[in-house]
Structure formats: C-alpha cells, structure tokens
T-cell receptor
Framework: DAGVIQSPRHEVTEMGQEVTLRCKPI?????LFWYRQTMMRGLELLIY????????DSGMPEDRFSAKMPNASFSTLKIQPSEPRDSAVYFC????????????FGPGTRLTVL | KQEVTQIPAALSVPEGENLVLNCSFT??????LQWFRQDPGKGLTSLLL?????REQTSGRLNASLDKSSGRSTLYIAASQPGDSATYLC???????????FGTGTRLLVSP
C-alpha cells in the first residue's frame, strides 16, 4: 500500500515566482488535507477536500494561495507570486472513513523562497 | 476554539526508562485523537488513533489513553530506546469536521 506521495521534495525559488506543489493521496482515501509547518506557527491546516470538493479553505493565508483537486488521485497547491515568508514545509495528508478517518501524511515539500 | 497543549516541550531520558508524554485539550467534544511521531526533516508517522468512545489504544511498547471529560491524553512509552528519539505530536479532531488541531509537540531524546 503506497503512502501519500508528494513532489517535489525540495523546492528553491526566487520571490515572485510561481510554485506548484503536488500530492497523490492513498488510493481509496476520499479526504485530502494540505498543511504548512513552520517553527514559529507549528502545523497549520490550509485547506481540506472531501470527495474532491474543497470543504474548508479558511486556513489559506491569502489570495496568492490556491488549491485544486481535479480527481481523486491528484491535488495541487499553488503559490503565485511566492514570497520569502512562504518558506516552510508543506504536507499533504489523506484519510478514509473506512480507516476511522486516521490521517496519513506524505513526506512533505520543503519550500525555500529567496 | 480548540487548543491543544503538550507538556513537557522537551524530555531527555536514558535508554530503558518508561516515560509519559502529556497532551491536554480545551474542548472535550472530540471525534478522535491521534498521536504522531516526526523525525527531523521527515513527515509525520501516525502511531495511535483513539476514538472518542475508547479509553486507550496499544501498539507494541506504546500505550495511549484518553480521558475526554478532563481533556487529557497520555502516551506511555515502555522501555525506551534511542530509536524512539523524535518529536511526538498529539492532534485532536472535533466532531462534524475532519480538521485536526495539533499540539506543539514534545521533543524526546533517549540516550544510550
């Protein structure tokens, strides 16, 4: 059973550039979550999808952030334009009611914006 | 608004000791509670999930308990090993929505 897959694992970009992070949830999971982790703020939920539909995006910091889930096996988180304060580790997680909604996390994407 | 607190923030013990990590939450109306471990530079690994109707869960040397009424959970690690060194996070899910609220973690160091 493959876990949650994220790409890229590391991303270094310059301020103002567009960044796209990708996630493949565990097969059969119907909920997908994007989190951001920083030393200052810990783990924060950015957005949550259920059956490919965004349910709560109240954690998205601002309009520069957008997320999509075009199908059950793929999601993207886009930052445009990126800023140095966006530097963080971004995690994707998925869950299924058939597994008690236990959330399983991907390895994360470490984003550095110069 | 749910708030999750973990004490202590850091813990250093010699190998072989039994230890307890604490997690407290302010709103007792929870759906479940998860314990994770995170190794430096890595993602989160789910250790145990306790449903709101359960009192405890066990996996190997790990035992997690839940007391909803007092808003507390503990993670008990028996016979600690250097490989247990990591940051341990607890996270609480409220009813009706799948959002997990995370504590700030306990950084554990087990020395040989």
């Amino acid at each position: 059973d493959a876990g949650v897959i994220q790409s890229p694992r590391h991303e270094v970009t310059e301020m103002g550039q567009e960044v796209t992070l990708r996630c493949k949830p565990i097969s059969g999971h119907n909920s997908l979550f994007w989190y951001r982790q920083t030393m200052m703020r810990g783990l924060e939920l950015l957005i949550y999808f259920n059956n490919n539909v965004p349910i709560d995006d109240s954690g998205m910091p601002e309009d520069r952030f957008s997320a999509k889930m075009p199908n059950a096996s793929f999601s993207t988180l886009k930052i445009q334009p990126s800023e140095p304060r966006d530097s963080a580790v971004y995690f994707c997680a998925s869950s299924s009611p058939r597994r008690k909604n236990e959330q399983f996390f991907g390895p994360g994407t470490r984003l550095t914006v110069l | 608004k749910q708030e999750v607190t973990q004490i202590p923030a850091a813990l250093s013990v010699p190998e072989g000791e039994n230890l307890v990590l604490n997690c407290s939450f302010t709103d007792s109306a929870i759906y479940n509670l998860q314990w994770f471990r995170q190794d430096p530079g890595k993602g989160l690994t789910s250790l145990l999930l306790i449903q709101s109707s359960q009192r405890e869960q066990t996996s190997g040397r790990l035992n997690a308990s839940l007391d909803k009424s007092s808003g507390r959970s503990t993670l008990y690690i028996a016979a600690s090993q250097p490989g247990d060194s990591a940051t341990y996070l607890c996270a609480v899910r409220g009813t009706g929505f799948q959002k997990l609220v995370f504590g700030t973690g306990t950084r554990l160091l087990v020395s040989p």
